[in-house]
Every structure is written in structure tokens, then in C-alpha cells.
């Protein structure tokens, strides 16, 4: 037990992000671990080991500009491959924004579902839709989570009513 609880500690601290916040560290933390409360799991990056490497990308969402931060994952590495891209997105119980990728995203190593926390980037498979979670959506399957949105762009996000068309692209500081 002391070896596997060493090992999992390992694994958690090489997955930390520059910024504190959990990286992916192949699905071994749940949103109920020390340090890590209040966050959904990271997402597993499938049966490689996880590189802990984030990309930073910016949402536009008409004149307003938010970054966010990718996870290392299959998924992750999807969506970044597919950018820059346009996304009409409708609003969803007042929780999310979604719209349609035009591609697929990879779910290897994804769990069944997830739940979201706000301010995290999301793909909902079933739909093939990229989803800005900005009010509290419990558990759902076919939810993954990709990368959370940085600062308080939730809270911005959240006080634009109905449909947007948001752009996405790598960030560049």
C-alpha cells in the first residue's frame, strides 16, 4: 500500500502544471483528492506517459478575448490539430455554451463521463461539441474535460445571452 500511495504522490507532482493546478497524470486523481478540490479529474492522455505539457489557447468571443489552457491529453492534442477554427455556439440551460467541431475528438483514455466543474473546457462527445462550462452541470456521460478557461472569463462568458460565434486559436503572448 505505501509503494502504490508513493507512486500515485509521484505521479500527482510530476503532473502540476506550472500554475498549481493538476495536469494530466493519467487519471489517477479524482475531484475529491487533496489538492485538487473543486476540480474535475484532468484527463487521462491514454497509455503514454503523461507529459504534463499545456498549451495556452484564446477564445473571441465578439469583442471580448479569454484565454484558456489545454490539457495534455488525446483530446487536447484534437482540438489544438483543428485550430484555428470558428464555433457557433448555442447556450444550454443556462450552464454552457456548445457547438459543433468539424471533427471528432480522440477519447482514448477518457473516462465514460465527467463532471464539470465551472469555468472548464469540454468536449461532449455524443454531439462532437466544445463546450465553455460557465454555470455547474453535474455528471453526465460523454462529457471530457479538455482544459479550463483562465481567470474570470466563466463569469464573463456567463452574461452573454443566447447564441455566439467564438473563434479559436493558439495563444500568442
Do not use: W
Not at 61 to 82: H, K, M, V, Y
Not at 145 to 154: K, L, P, T
Amino acid at each position: 500500500m505505501g509503494v502504490a500511495l508513493s507512486a500515485l504522490l509521484g505521479l500527482s507532482l510530476s503532473g502540476c502544471g506550472v500554475n498549481g493546478q493538476s495536469g494530466d497524470i493519467g487519471g489517477a486523481t479524482s475531484a475529491t483528492s487533496p489538492g485538487n478540490a473543486g476540480r474535475a479529474t484532468a484527463p487521462p492522455s491514454g497509455t503514454t506517459a503523461p507529459r504534463g505539457e499545456q498549451m495556452k489557447i484564446q477564445i473571441t468571443i465578439n469583442d471580448q478575448r479569454f484565454q484558456a489552457t489545454i490539457f495534455e491529453s488525446a483530446a487536447g492534442r484534437d482540438l489544438l490539430a483543428q485550430l484555428p477554427l470558428t464555433v457557433n455556439m448555442i447556450d444550454h440551460g443556462a450552464v454552457e455554451k456548445t457547438g459543433p467541431l468539424p471533427a471528432p475528438l480522440s477519447l482514448s483514455g477518457q473516462p465514460d463521463g465527467a463532471d464539470p466543474d465551472v469555468g472548464d473546457v469540454g468536449y461532449y462527445a455524443p454531439g462532437n461539441d466544445l463546450v465553455l462550462y460557465y454555470g455547474d452541470q453535474s455528471y453526465y456521460p460523454g462529457i471530457v474535460i479538455i482544459g479550463r478557461i483562465d481567470g474570470d472569463a466563466a463569469s464573463r462568458i456567463a452574461d452573454l445571452d443566447g447564441a455566439v460565434t467564438v473563434t479559436v486559436k493558439p495563444f500568442a503572448a
